[in-house]
């Protein structure tokens, strides 16, 4: 009998990591994708994915806050096997750097992503 297949939510808000689900699909993960991250949240506590993988932005005129998944990660934070992986655009390093020494992110790629970087985290993770 096979192991069941893990769950991997993706947070989409660019472009390109719409396209990424293809890749996830391949390795054997069950996807679901959400573009908001208020959806997001009621996703994580409804299916418990094994696995996230998110869009990270920040933008200066965040009030109280200094990315858009600082909330998922709260959420997150008490879910201890879920492993979580960001994307991110380099001119956004200092504020990932920041949302890290608060918040557990089990790793973190460039955008544009490198797809056999991405392989291997994800790949490392199904085991």
């Known amino acids: 009998m096979n192991p069941p297949e893990k769950k991997l939510l993706a947070?989409?808000?660019?472009?390109?990591?719409?396209?990424?689900?293809?890749?996830?699909?391949?390795?054997?993960?069950h996807v679901s994708t959400e573009c908001q991250v208020r959806k997001a949240i009621?996703?994580?506590?409804?299916?418990?994915?094994?696995?996230?993988v998110a869009d990270f932005y920040s933008q200066p005129d965040f009030r109280d806050r200094v990315s858009n998944l600082e909330s998922l990660l709260a959420a997150a934070q008490a879910m201890p096997q879920i492993k979580i992986l960001v994307l991110y655009e380099p001119p956004n390093q200092t504020a990932l750097d920041r949302v890290r020494a608060r918040m557990r992110i089990d790793a973190a790629l460039t955008m544009p992503v490198q797809e056999t970087e991405l392989m291997t985290v994800l790949q490392g993770w199904l085991a």
């Open 11 to 29: 947070v989409v808000e660019f472009l390109e990591h719409a396209k990424l689900s293809t890749r996830y699909k391949q390795l054997g993960y």
């Open 42 to 52: 009621a996703a994580l506590r409804k299916s418990q994915p094994d696995v996230i």
